[in-house]
T-cell receptor, first 116, second 112 residues
Framework: DQQVKQNSPSLSVQEGRISILNCDYT??????FLWYKKYPAEGPTFLIS?????DKNEDGRFTVFLNKSAKHLSLHIVPSQPGDSAVYFC???????????????FGKGTKLSVKP | DVKVTQSSRYLVKRTGEKVFLECVQD?????MFWYRQDPGLGLRLIYF???????EKGDIPEGYSVSREKKERFSLILESASTNQTSMYLC???????????FGQGTRLTVV
């Protein structure tokens, strides 16, 4: 059963507009959430993260929002640029009993296309 | 500059061959991971290791084994390659305490 879900396989946005990518999770033990960006034939690159003690984290054009009660997070990209076209993965992790960070559980990804 | 390096970008192997995928990180990270990425399935965890000689199965360990003899190196072994193991393989590492995982560039493995 999927613990991290990205229900939109693809998203198309016009250049300059806002891109909103969504992610839902089921495990209430997750306390750290990340977004990765992936181009074809390359490894994923880290974009932005948020811990469960926050509800928003911003880094330049990228903002991640966390709604713990809804078990939902979203990534906002403003303004969107053609170079943002890639697959975006949402990931989550929980601390284990020893307090160490556990492994990352990934969603299936959303392919973002930003049209000029 | 932090780095996770996978030994090969592209590999073609025959069915039944034993295949070794090597991964080295230079960040002194405790955690290391092997994922595979397939279209429509996202990144699925094969194995992870939280310390030297320690390993835990991920979601899809069947047909794979791993080795971690040194902290910086994590190897994925396909005991007898099969065509359904054709995939993109991704290695990653992370700190035990906090922070993101860093990925290698990936190995595109084709089993014929």
């Amino acid at each position: 059963d999927q613990q991290v879900k990205q229900n939109s396989p693809s998203l198309s946005v016009q250049e300059g507009r806002i891109s909103i990518l969504n992610c839902d999770y089921t495990n209430s033990m997750f306390d750290y959430f990340l977004w990765y960006k992936k181009y074809p034939a390359e490894g994923p690159t880290f974009l932005i993260s948020i811990s469960s003690i926050k509800d928003k984290n911003e880094d330049g054009r990228f903002t991640v929002f966390l709604n713990k009660s809804a078990k939902h997070l979203s990534l906002h990209i403003v303004p969107s640029q053609p170079g943002d076209s890639a697959v975006y993965f949402c990931a989550a992790s929980a601390r284990n009993y020893g307090g160490s960070q556990g492994n990352l559980i990934f969603g299936k990804g959303t392919k973002l296309s930003v049209k000029p | 500059d932090v780095k996770v390096t996978q030994s090969s970008r592209y590999l073609v192997k025959r069915t039944g061959e034993k295949v070794f995928l090597e991964c080295v990180q230079d960040m002194d990270h405790e955690n290391m991971f092997w994922y595979r990425q397939d279209p429509g399935l996202g990144l699925r965890l094969i194995y992870f290791s939280y310390d030297v000689k320690m390993k835990e199965k991920g979601d899809i360990p069947e047909g794979y084994s791993v080795s971690r003899e040194k902290k910086e190196r994590f190897s994925l072994i396909l005991e007898s390659a099969s065509t359904n193991q054709t995939s993109m393989y991704l290695c990653a590492s992370s700190s035990r305490t906090w922070g993101e995982a860093f990925f290698g560039q990936g190995t595109r493995l084709t089993v014929v």
